[in-house]
């Protein structure tokens, strides 16, 4: 298990993240569930939000953070080579920013 904390602006850039390691495909409902899920959680007591992405491997996602906190307490469980991905990325989503790319041509 990862448990580590992430920059609360790189939360959906890390689920994504997440979801894409497993080969989960993730989509709008996901990220309302998770953003519904987090509002409602409290990482001081131990409070977290649980989701599963299950795609070709099996990623479970564990959330938490209080409403002005800037970071995300985060947990993950998976295989093991899937957790060694999710540290590196963890550590990207601490040190830096990440912003959504601009589609439109």
Known sequence: MVCNWIMRENYL?????????VGYSFDEADSTALRFGLKDCDDKKSDLYRYEFAGLNTLTLEIAAE???????????????????????????????????????
């Open 67 to 105: 409403s002005n906190d800037p970071v995300v307490t985060v947990r993950v469980e998976a295989d093991p080579e899937i957790e060694a991905q999710v540290e590196i990325a963890i550590v990207i989503m601490q040190e830096y920013v990440l912003v959504e790319p601009d589609h439109t041509p």
């Open 13 to 21: 850039p890390f689920l994504r993240t997440c979801a894409s390691f």
